[in-house]
């Protein structure tokens, strides 16, 4: 019954004392941070250089149990403040960890916005199709016709196709993963790591308690399992392409991958070019 | 509940895996998802009233450390031991 001299790789990245977790059983989110670990030390970048923003929500929460320089933001804030922290530390890998109510609804405008100006941070947003924490109201990425709280008869609203938003905001990198796709995910999340620019990774969750258990979609095992039978890896696809139907197929796969210049490299070449020698560049330079 | 001989031909390494029985919420994804089929739900409760995974084919166990990454509660990983010449691990 002992561990002997191998411990969790996770372990040694979290908060144990605050273990259990919040999250249900059969929740993904607990999925994508192991991902995200494994890719900091599939990786290797200095994990002090690291730092984990999220907002609010039930994937807000892993701010909290990451024990890396973290921040629990408000409300759809955790692009705002990651676009600070990365202006003022040039120099640190900022990832947002969240959920898609948070980054995509309240936090939409700057989405949108810091993948305009490619501000070089990471997100990584988990897609569980609705408001997990606050009871289940219709979210942004809602399938039509799913039940919600405040949809008893089915949402009538059109969803977002989330890698369709991030690629014509601009973003540089942009991938969708389930989280039955541990492998795919974290090879994405180590792409994300090493790539300068808006990168984007959308991770499709379960959510057994508030989305599936309205829809009569089962257990987070069920819907695994539905993530195996009915997923298809597509790289490259038309991002147009991807939105996702009530119990159709997803399409997954790294659809983006291309080189702009971020926001911080736009700035010292325009005023460079403007300023000649009275403008001092900016100490970028991320260690990758 | 550490357990396993590689079933590599080779035997170059064979896998162990370590659960934590009471941090498990028995959500049963890595006894679905393992590749070898090691694992399977205790028909025991742990102290929070889940039934945890136990180990059933211990030798088939690869230590590819699959249940390690589905495990959304931290409470399985599974490691690879290397075994030096053959008979090393008994």
């Known amino acids: 019954m002992s561990q002997g001299e191998h411990r969790n790789p996770v372990e040694s990245f979290l908060r144990m004392d605050r273990m259990p977790h919040i999250w249900c059983p059969g929740c993904g989110i607990g999925i994508v ?50 676009t600070g922290l990365k202006t003022a530390r040039p120099d640190m890998n900022i990832v947002v960890l969240s959920g898609e109510g948070d980054l995509i609804a309240i936090g939409g405008n700057h989405f949108i916005h810091a993948a305009r100006r490619n501000v070089d941070i990471k997100v990584i947003c988990v897609n569980n199709f609705t408001y997990a924490m606050t009871g289940g109201q219709v979210g942004p990425t809602a399938p039509l016709h799913s039940i919600a709280t405040t949809a008893p008869y089915g949402s009538h609203e059109r969803p977002f196709n989330l890698p369709f938003l991030a690629e014509s905001s601009g973003a540089t990198y942009v991938a969708r993963w389930t989280t039955y796709h541990v492998r795919q995910l974290t090879k994405a999340m180590v792409d994300v790591l090493n ?23 089962g257990d987070g095992l069920e819907m695994m399992r539905f993530y195996r039978e009915h997923s298809r890896i597509a790289n490259g696809a038309d991002t147009r392409s991807l939105d996702i139907e009530m119990g159709g197929e997803i399409v997954v796969g790294k ?34 | ?40 739900l205790d028909r025991e ?46």
Not at chain 1, 44 to 60: A, E, F, L, N, Q
Not at chain 1, 195 to 217: D, H, L, S, W
Not at chain 2, 14 to 28: A, P, S
């Open chain 2, 1 to 40: 509940m550490v357990a396993g001989k590689g079933n590599m031909a080779a035997k170059k390494y064979r896998g162990e895996v370590f659960i934590n029985r009471d941090r498990c919420k028995g959500c049963g994804f890595c006894v679905e998802f393992c590749p070898t089929h090691v694992l399977t």
């Open chain 2, 45 to 90: 409760f742990n102290t929070r009233g889940y039934h945890p995974p136990v180990v059933v084919d211990a030798d088939a166990c690869t230590g590819c450390d699959l249940c390690g990454l589905y495990c959304p509660d931290f409470a399985i990983h599974g490691w690879r031991v290397p075994v030096q010449s053959d008979g090393a691990g008994e």
């Open chain 1, 33 to 82: 941070v192991n991902c995200f670990v494994r890719a900091l030390l599939k990786s290797k970048i200095d994990v002090d250089s690291v730092s984990v923003v999220s907002g609010i929500g039930c994937t807000g929460r892993i701010a909290g149990y990451f024990k890396v320089d973290s921040f629990h933001t408000t409300h759809g804030r955790p692009i705002p403040f990651a």
């Open chain 1, 255 to 288: 659809f983006i991958d291309r080189d702009r210049p971020t926001y911080l490299e736009a700035m010292d070449e325009e005023l460079s070019k403007r300023l000649g020698n009275r403008y001092v560049p900016y100490p970028t330079g991320v260690k990758r």
């Open chain 1, 195 to 217: 790539k300068p620019g808006f990168c984007f990774v959308e991770a499709i969750a379960p959510c057994p308690t508030i989305y599936q258990r309205r829809n009569r979609m």
